[in-house]
Every structure is written in structure tokens, then in C-alpha cells.
């Protein structure tokens, strides 16, 4: 499996993102997909989730009503939309992939994709 992130970048506080997920050499059904993300000096953090057709979603109180999770199993591309971007946002998100949902431990992760939010 190999997962592929794209989407990062610099903005400033409040403004917006929508970070990209492909897979490939996988069925991508068969997998819920998740973000996960690392700041600076901190462990790495769950952010969100979503099953495998994307009937169901799971996401971190921290950003609950700002991000939303979904996929397009057509184009194996599960996305991250971020909205109302805040400086504690920043660090590099992960995408991952697992056989269960939900689930905080992923069977594979992809590259990160480095997300600065600047005040």
C-alpha cells in the first residue's frame, strides 16, 4: 500500500486548506482511511477518520465543526477539508490506512504533508 499526501501549505489564522490522499496497490474499499498529524517537538495525534465507503466519520474534538473527512473510492483519494485554521493546527499530517474502523492504529501511513498557520 502506498499512500500518497499532497495539500500542504502556509496560511494564515483562519483562513483554509484541503489536503489530498491517493492510494495505491490497494483496494481502497477495503480500508478506512484516517489523518493523523505531528507538531513540532509532540507526539503524533489522530485527527480524523472515515470507514471504508465513508458512511461513518470520527473526529477529534479540537477541530470538530472546522475539518471535515472524505473519500472518493473512484479516485482512491480520501481528502481532509480544513477550515478556520488556527496556529495550534500547524505541524505535519499523515494519512494512513486500516482495516478497521474506527481505529487509532493504522496498518500503514503515508508521507506527511507540512501545514503552517501562521497568527
Known amino acids: 500500500v502506498q499512500l500518497q499526501a499532497s495539500g500542504g501549505g502556509s496560511v494564515q489564522a483562519g483562513g483554509s486548506l484541503r489536503l489530498s490522499c491517493t492510494a495505491s496497490g490497494v483496494t481502497f474499499s477495503n480500508y478506512a482511511m484516517g489523518w493523523f498529524r505531528q507538531a513540532l517537538g509532540k507526539d503524533r495525534e489522530f485527527v480524523s477518520g472515515?470507514?471504508?465507503?465513508?458512511?461513518?466519520?470520527d473526529i477529534e474534538a479540537s477541530v470538530k465543526g472546522r475539518f471535515t473527512v472524505s473519500r472518493d473510492n473512484a479516485k482512491k483519494t480520501v481528502y481532509l477539508e480544513m477550515n478556520s485554521l488556527k496556529p495550534e493546527d500547524t505541524g505535519v499530517y499523515y494519512c494512513?490506512?486500516?482495516?478497521?474502523?474506527?481505529?487509532?492504529?493504522?496498518?500503514?501511513w503515508g508521507q506527511g504533508t507540512l501545514v503552517t498557520v501562521s497568527s
Open positions: 494512513a490506512a486500516g482495516r478497521t474502523f474506527p481505529s487509532r492504529k493504522p496498518d500503514y
Open positions: 472515515i470507514s471504508f465507503h465513508g458512511v461513518y466519520s
